[in-house]
């Protein structure tokens, strides 16, 4: 079992649709979990990281975290055409030694449609 | 904020040349900074963790007299393939980290697209 799953799509979906994305996890010492958007072609955006459980909210994104599932999703409302990438979720555990290295996702190929 | 410049952006040349890529972080200073290949639709893979004025944590499998790795100052860290064949065609990515020691994300350079010939 692969320390981190990500259904690698591809999704697509009409241009205003909810999306939703998600990452399962393995490694129970993971704390920090990021999202990153990846455009063809480009390096990495960080759109958002959290610490532990719960919720964060950013704009059109929200992020969730459950530790006790082992579960990280990240939706999107009203999906924009230059929403269409690639979102790979991230995960690290604590620093020491680790620096604090991430263990990504395969990543979801996402397209919204006008 | 939270830039990182990666320079070239893309290299094509012949095989057996030796190419340098930099990677900069523009607004904050990087204790560490990473270096990840990524192959075609797949997910980035790790290749080194490199610490300014220490030698960089090659991860297993990754040849350190090939990926020769510096990181000189707070901002600046090099990738230099050594010898490159056609093998080492591939898209690499470097990440920094700011400064301090709890937690902080990883910020992406744009990749630089290596083609050997």
């Known amino acids: 079992q692969k320390e981190v799953e990500q259904d690698p799509g591809p999704l697509s979906v009409p241009e205003g649709a909810i999306v939703s994305l998600n990452c399962t996890y393995s490694?129970?010492?993971?704390?920090?979990f990021m999202w990153y958007r990846q455009y063809s072609r480009k390096g990495p955006e960080l759109l958002m990281y959290?610490?532990?459980?719960g919720n964060k909210e950013d704009g059109r994104f929200t992020a969730q975290v459950d530790k006790s599932s082992k579960y990280i999703s990240l939706f999107i409302r009203d999906s924009q055409p230059s929403d269409s990438a690639t979102y790979l979720c991230?995960?690290?555990?604590?620093?020491?030694?680790?620096?604090?290295?991430?263990?990504f996702g395969k990543g979801t190929l996402l397209t919204v449609n006008p | 904020g939270a830039v990182v410049s990666q320079h070239p952006s893309r290299v094509i040349c012949k095989s057996g040349t030796s190419v340098k890529i930099e990677c900069r972080s523009l607004d904050f200073q990087a204790t560490t900074m990473f270096w990840y290949r990524q192959f075609p639709k797949q997910s980035l893979m790790l290749m080194a963790t490199?610490?300014?004025?220490?030698?960089?944590?090659?991860e297993q499998g990754v040849e350190k007299d090939k990926f020769l790795i510096n990181h000189a100052s707070l901002t600046l860290s090099t990738l230099t393939v050594t010898s490159a064949h056609p093998e080492d065609s591939s898209f690499y990515i470097c990440?920094?980290?700011?400064?301090?020691?709890?937690?902080?994300?990883?910020?992406f350079g744009d990749g630089t697209r290596l083609s050997i010939l």
């Open positions: 991230a995960m690290s555990a604590s620093g020491g030694g680790s620096n604090y290295k991430l263990t």
């Open positions: 490694n129970s010492a993971f704390q920090y």
């Open positions: 490199s610490n300014e004025g220490s030698k960089a944590t090659y």
């Open positions: 990440s920094a980290r700011e400064i301090g020691g709890s937690f902080k994300p990883q910020h």
């Open positions: 959290t610490y532990s459980s």
